[in-house]
């Protein structure tokens, strides 16, 4: 957790799948404003509702 700048690209081990799992590639990923108001610990502007 914290700012932008501590954001760091990582790899990480692929796991085998197990029967009935499934694998899925990332090939793109987005960040929303509320991910980075959750990054710097910081409340977000809107109530936010339970489903």
Excluded at 7 to 33: E, I
Aim: aromatic share 6%; proline share 8%; with cysteine.
């Amino acid at each position: 957790m914290g700012r932008s700048g501590v954001m760091q690209w990582q790899d990480w081990p692929v796991l085998d799948t197990a029967p009935g799992d499934v694998r899925l590639r990332h090939t793109a990923l987005g960040v929303t404003h509320a991910d980075t108001f959750l990054c710097a610990d910081i409340s977000h502007p809107l109530a936010v509702l339970e489903p």
